[in-house]
């Protein structure tokens, strides 16, 4: 119903404005920040201001693809700024930059407190006044735009693909005000294409912009996109040539093996996104509180766990595709010499190897009874019998011996529930009943509220996503203090060996600091990494790798470059790309 590029909210709204609205930044097809409406940038020595020097020339157009009277001009960067720091505007994910700008978290919250009666020395209109002077976006000259930071950001080209920083034309947006993106016409563009016709709930068509900068990459001239209707599936359509790309749920998979149709079945890439295992050091059950502070014991149940055999609920052919044992994703942050960071030393022993050990787990968990029980071998020191009140979860009562209770909290869906069952009998069966007794406690509302809100868990798992290209997107998120899993841990060394790596600036050095530190969680057992998210199967007539690739922003959603044919890409010939593809940028 809009196409307020600040307002995205999905990925298909994201393939839509990354086409209409283009920022200071994209991707080439290997992932690579190149120029975009910015022609060249700088920053200072130690990354806290980025210069932008933009095209010049450039003019935004209007829904019949003629140009405006509006250039493109560094205030448009201003105005986009100044457009999400406004709270009614409800900009998405607006906290991932808020923190970033400087000045820009206070200026918000400054409009949330007026808004709210609890800012009353201060009028909205003053408040409002003060961005200019408060907020680290500025227009230096008609195109150069300087970003000042509220601290070192080595990384923020991968900020700069994000739609907060998209550019708007604040005398258009006067002219329309609420209705800003709601149609067509309310919209001006700078990006490849236009919207040329706009039905809603129907059909909206992208017509190409003959005045885009860089017309001659663009391979098509229209894209257009229906609305279908719940009763017609999307493999019929795409096997009658009616759409160029499809996902497959597993019942259509099977539907096709045997078929025509079989060999154009593909699985797509792995996602940044990691799932990980984590521990609760603050937890009731006074079993577990004893246990989780043994590095042994956290060992024990970490190498007990398969990744192959989860990760095969929802991968039951190649299970091991989707399996990811380090915390950070692979092929996604690169040094200056084009070194991926998960090949760093500190991480040969994580990428690419199971930790899963029947006999390791066995044996770490011999080390940890030794040093966790008393002399009889059963009892376990400190710890005092009584009843465990995890409600609406779980309730039972801990006798303060062997087996250890160790409370696993899940959703309530079939694959979780099943995950859930598959740990338990991974746990029982490899470190033994004898030693540990795994309690499953399912919620059936809020996993949010009933689980993690009252520490009602010992062991648990979640997706994490990773939002720039840098290791502190998720490393600085599992200090004792930020605590991401809400472990509630308390790791000074691994903290400080965050934070001395978040000072460093070169890429290279920073990148070997920051994997000693993944590596130093890895190894003490903290979290435990074992899938990554994404990959689906799929069937296109899109020749793969020929769009802008990368795993960060709006780039990867463009359609420049995109080369369609009229046959699907069979599975052998999109593994032969694959190849092809990998060595390219292995070589670059």
Request: with cysteine.
């Amino acid at each position: 119903t809009s196409m307020n590029p600040y307002t995205t909210s999905g990925t298909s709204d994201y393939v839509f404005i990354s086409n209409l609205v283009e920022g200071l930044v994209e991707t080439d097809r290997y992932g690579r920040p190149v120029p975009c409406i910015a022609e060249s940038w700088e920053h200072n020595d130690d990354y806290s201001v980025w210069t932008f020097k933009l095209k010049d020339n450039i003019y935004w157009v209007d829904s019949s693809g003629a140009p405006t009277e509006y250039k493109v001009t560094a205030d448009d960067f201003v105005s986009g700024m100044r457009y999400v720091s406004e709270p009614n505007h409800s900009a998405s994910s607006f906290s991932t930059i808020r923190g970033v700008i400087n000045g820009l978290y206070d200026y918000y919250y400054r409009l949330v407190d007026i808004d709210d009666g609890e800012e009353t020395t201060i009028t909205r209109p003053d408040a409002e006044a003060m961005f200019d002077e408060e907020v680290g976006v500025k227009a230096l000259d008609e195109l150069t735009v300087e970003y000042t930071l509220d601290g070192s950001y080595p990384y923020f080209l991968s900020y700069a693909q994000l739609d907060l920083l998209l550019p708007v034309k604040q005398e258009f947006l006067d002219k329309v005000g609420e209705e800003y993106g709601l149609t067509k016409e309310n919209m001006l563009y700078n990006g490849g294409y236009y919207i040329s016709s706009w039905t809603l709930d129907k059909e909206v068509v992208f017509t190409k912009n003959e005045h885009y900068w860089d017309k001659d990459n663009l391979t098509l001239d229209k894209l257009s996109w229906e609305f279908v209707s719940d009763g017609i599936s999307s493999l019929e359509l795409f096997k009658r040539g009616d759409i160029t790309s499809t996902s497959l749920s597993s019942e259509e998979v099977a539907s096709v093996r045997g078929s025509e149709w079989e060999k154009y079945v593909y699985l797509s890439e792995k996602t940044v996104t990691t799932y990980w295992y984590s521990f609760n050091f603050a937890t009731k059950n006074p079993e577990m509180a004893a246990a989780v502070q043994n590095e042994n014991f956290r060992k024990a149940i970490f190498t007990a766990i398969d990744g192959v055999t989860l990760s095969a609920i929802w991968e039951p052919e190649d299970p091991e595709f989707f399996c990811r044992w380090t915390l950070l994703p692979e092929n996604c942050m690169f040094d200056n010499n084009g070194k991926d960071y998960t090949d760093y030393p500190a991480l040969a022993n994580y990428k690419g190897i199971n930790p899963f050990s029947e006999a390791d787990a066995k044996a770490y968990m011999k080390k940890a009874v030794a040093e966790l029980c008393e002399a009889d071998g059963v009892t376990l020191k400190g710890v005092s019998p009584g009843k465990v009140d995890m409600l609406p979860v779980a309730e039972f009562n801990a006798d303060g011996k062997l087996p250890i209770d160790i409370v696993y909290s899940s959703g309530s869906s079939e694959s979780e529930m099943k995950k859930a069952t598959l740990v338990k009998q991974m746990l029982e069966t490899y470190i033994g009943t004898e030693y540990v007794n795994v309690i499953l406690a399912y919620s059936s509302s809020s996993f949010s509220a009933d689980v993690y809100d009252l520490g009602n868990w010992d062991l648990v798992d979640d997706s994490y996503g990773f939002r720039y290209a840098d290791p502190s997107a998720n490393l600085n998120r599992c200090t004792s203090d930020y605590d991401i899993s809400y472990s509630t841990y308390n790791i000074p060394e691994f903290d400080a060996m965050v934070e001395k790596a978040d000072g460093i600036y070169d890429i290279n050095k920073r990148y070997e600091a920051y994997s000693k530190a993944e590596a130093w969680l890895l190894d003490h057992a903290y979290l435990k990494p074992y899938m990554s998210g994404g990959g689906s199967y799929n069937m296109t007539r899109i020749v793969p790798y020929t769009e802008p690739g990368g795993y960060f922003g709006l780039g990867r959603y463009k359609m420049k470059g995109a080369l369609i044919r009229e046959t699907p890409i069979t599975l052998e010939e999109f593994n032969a790309l694959t190849e092809q593809y990998n060595s390219e940028k292995a070589a670059l």
